[in-house]
Structure formats: structure tokens, C-alpha cells
């Protein structure tokens, strides 16, 4: 008790370091790669300044940038120049994700390459899944199409895929489908808490994957949920996910915790498309200090219990980690 316990004692520049119980490293971060078959010089997204879609020939050149920043992974999203009913270009041999994931193993193999595997980027109506008579969206079938999505990603060399879609069964259905393929040593990372939140608005632009008619609520978790998360990640982990997610990750610190203490599990946050345009919008008006809160938002992520966090900052954060 005061005065013998005096907390700022240990407060001084001197100390800080000594004490500090979390930190940010350049291995905690996953960099997000939009591939664009359809240009041929980057593009930016205009919801999300200073974020750019990048051509397929251009691929590699951004691995290349990732990697001599040291950070470790990157996962990729693919923009199809055909898009239909059943996402068929989610899986070919030759579309964008494998012909993007073939070029860079070819040159930076020693970058972790993990790839989004959804089908709303590749349907017509941009939803994760097989559509109904009725404009429901199938779980079962869709099932298949993830299964055989995984296969086509590991074939062409992914390390990780990771499945984004929300599907009841998923991850067993992708385990089994890798497994009978023989590629049991690739691991999944599951988008295992995935809430239906609007903090995706501006990766609907960036990743071209806006919904026709409806919207995700009927598959992503509802936001008032927490123990409904549990279950989730309880079931993934069932079917054999070896790394889960919680997302978005600022608005729900809370699941991160919870998640991390519950399972003890290799565990992702992901800082979404909404968490970075907020932080870019505020520090262009000149209200926040873009730095110092890209850095504190990283670092609250960490301190709820993620081991490594996907962000749209990850090269800024890096530089200033080199600095
Ligand atoms: C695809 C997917 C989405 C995001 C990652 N994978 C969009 C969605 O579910 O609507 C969102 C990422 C972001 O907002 O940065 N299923």
C-alpha cells in the first residue's frame, strides 16, 4: 500500500522495457495480397488509401517486398476475370490463386503463402456458397466445393489454406479432401469465429465480392454472441483446424481472450478491411496519430491473446519495427 507500493517507480523510460509484458514483432504479422487477374498495372482500392490490387505478372515482385520486410506470411485473395453461379473458377489449375501461388513458391519458397479459400469471390452472386431455389445459400454442397478448392490450392504449393466462408463442416470436409489427396501435412488455419460485421465494407471493393441480394448473417455469427464463439471454435478444432481465427479483431478483444484461454490454440486475429480505412480516414483529417495507434491497435490485439495478426498495415508496422 502507498507509499510503499509506488507503480509509477517502474514507469521510467529506464525501466518500461524491462516490464513490459507484451510486444509486437514482425513474425507476429500476415500481410494480405489482393491478385487481380484482370489488370495489368496495381490498382487502389479507394475505400482503403494506400492498399493496392496488384496484377498476377506483379505477384511475385509483392512477395518479394513482403519478404524483405521479414515478415513471414502473406495471404492471398484472388479477383477471377470469370465469375459464375458455382464459383468454378475458385479451383482450376490455371485461375488466379494457383497460377499466383505457383509464381511465388517458384521464387520466395521461403515465404509462407496461405490462401483464402472462399467462394465469394468467384460466384456471380457473392455469396460463400452454393445458392438454393429460394436464394439460400446450400451448406452440404458447398462443402465439396471447398474440399476440392484446398486440393487445388495445395497442389499448386499453398502452405496453408484457410477457409473463410462460415460453412457448417467445413474444415472436416477440407481436412478429409487434403488428406485423400496426400497432402496431410498441410495445416488449416479456420476462420473459426467469423462474425457478420460491418467492419467488411470496404473488402467488398477491394476483393470485388459485394452480395447480389441478401447479406452474410444467415452463415457469419451474429455480434452479440460470445459463447456461440466457443462452440464454433470448439467444433473446428473437432475437425482438425491447427490454427483459429477470431474476426474482426478490435471490436471483439474480448473473443480473442476467451478463445486463446479456452483452447490454448495457435490463434489469428484478423484486423479487418473496416478496422484499417477508420484508422487511415481519422489521421488523414489529422485527429489520430496514424503510427502510434497502428501500433497500439496491433498491440491490443496481441495483449488479448493473438499469436499473429492479419493487417492491412503490415508493411507500415514493419518499417517502423526496422526503425
Ligand atoms: C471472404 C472474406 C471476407 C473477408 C475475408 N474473407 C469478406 C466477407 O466475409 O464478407 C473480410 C476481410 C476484410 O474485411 O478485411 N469470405
Known sequence: MFPTTRMRRLRSSKFRPLVRETTLDVKDLICPVFVDETIDEPLEISSMPGYYRVPLNMAVDEAECIRDLGI???????????????GTHAYGDDDVIQKAVRAIKKDVSDMVVITDLCLCEYTSHGHCGVIGDNQEILNDPTLDLLGKTAVSHARAGADIVAPSGMMDGMVGAIRSALDES???????????AKYSSAFYGPFREAADSGFAFGDRSTYQMDPGNSDE?????????????????????MPYLDIIYRVKETFLMPTAAYQVSGEYSMIKAAAKMGWLDEQKVVYESLLSIKRAGADMIITYFAKDMAKMLGE
Open 72 to 86: 513471414p506470411a502473406l495471404i492471398l485473395f484472388g479477383i477471377p476475370a470469370e465469375k459464375d453461379e458455382t
Open 182 to 192: 496426400n497432402f496431410s501435412e498441410t495445416p488449416i488455419m479456420s476462420y473459426a
Open 229 to 249: 464463439a466457443i462452440r464454433e471454435v470448439e467444433l473446428d478444432v473437432a475437425e482438425g483446424a491447427d490454427i483459429i481465427m477470431v474476426k474482426p479483431a
